[in-house]
């Protein structure tokens, strides 16, 4: 906790744990699984407000799926959290990564990367090697998650968190092993990408297209009539009526032949802007 709110305080965006409690050497203090709702442990409680200030907190499931406990460690029940499990190459649960739910019964682990032969850097030797371990899966995980957060900084943990789920290889049918999966960072990136271009003025999306070609125009052209041409790489020109919606044109362009294609678009006292696009 001292850790968190030290990193809250030089402006960390993200912080990596592996680190996970149930047993103490003291054993009045160890945890049972029924204390693991996500709102009892101290170090659940710190890892849901650090989130709550804008912190993406990625924490492992931990490595007591073949043990008598078998259960997702704290801080990994907290709700707000990116809880980590560990698969092989072939996206199959290691039979060590901690299970869930979280015994307020959210879905837990959150999703999962590779933690299974996962290459690493030797602490002894400084030579690569590979390991097994949530603790793997996790850092791994982080790392595409920040790059993910620098794509879209205007993106709180909660809708990074949210994303990731919903590009994952199991979203339609998750479990309380591998979560809601493999998380996609590609697809994330992409739709990032599509919803950045969506919100500027005068951009052209997606590109390359297969189907339907967006076009944002500025809030100036509103009722003014609208003049689109459209040509092939030859010059040859193409007539196509597009649909407006507010400040959006919606071209179809499942018809064209793949290519690169030219769209000459301005309104009556307005000059005419050439964009390109690639129909695939």
């Known amino acids: ?138 850092p791994i995980l982080a790392g595409l998650a920040a790059c993910l957060m620098q794509a879209a900084p205007q993106k709180t943990p909660e809708a990074i968190k949210l994303l990731l789920h919903s590009v994952s290889d199991h979203y339609g049918n998750p479990d309380n092993h591998i979560g809601y999966g493999v998380p996609d960072f590609k697809q994330a990136l992409q739709s990032v990408e599509i919803k950045k271009i969506a919100d500027e003025v005068g951009a052209l999306y997606p590109n390359p297209v297969q189907h339907t070609l967006y076009i944002n125009l500025p809030p100036s052209w509103s009722n003014k009539r609208m003049v689109l041409k459209l040509f092939d790489a030859t010059g040859r020109q193409f007539t196509i009526i597009p649909r407006q919606h507010d400040e959006r044109l919606e071209l179809d362009v499942s018809g064209l032949v793949p290519g690169i294609y030219r769209v000459r678009l301005g309104a009556s006292g307005e000059k005419l802007q050439t964009l390109t696009f690639v129909k695939l």
């Open 1 to 138: 906790i001292a850790a968190a709110e030290r990193a809250d305080s030089i402006g960390a965006d993200l912080i990596s744990s592996s680190l996970g409690y149930n047993t103490f050497d003291d054993t009045e203090n160890s945890y049972t699984y029924e204390q693991l709702d996500g709102h009892t442990t101290p170090i659940a409680l710190a890892a849901d407000i650090a989130v709550q200030k804008g912190i993406f907190v990625v924490i492992s499931a931990g490595n007591e799926g073949n043990t008598p406990w078998q259960h997702i460690l704290t801080p990994g029940d907290a709700e707000k959290v990116l809880t980590v499990g560990s698969v092989n190459d072939q996206k199959i649960v290691a039979n060590t990564s901690g299970k869930g739910p979280n015994a307020a019964g959210q879905l837990k682990p959150d999703v999962c990367a590779l933690g299974v032969q996962a290459a690493v850097i030797s602490s002894g030797s400084g030579q690569p090697t590979t390991q097994t371990g949530t603790s793997y899966a996790t």
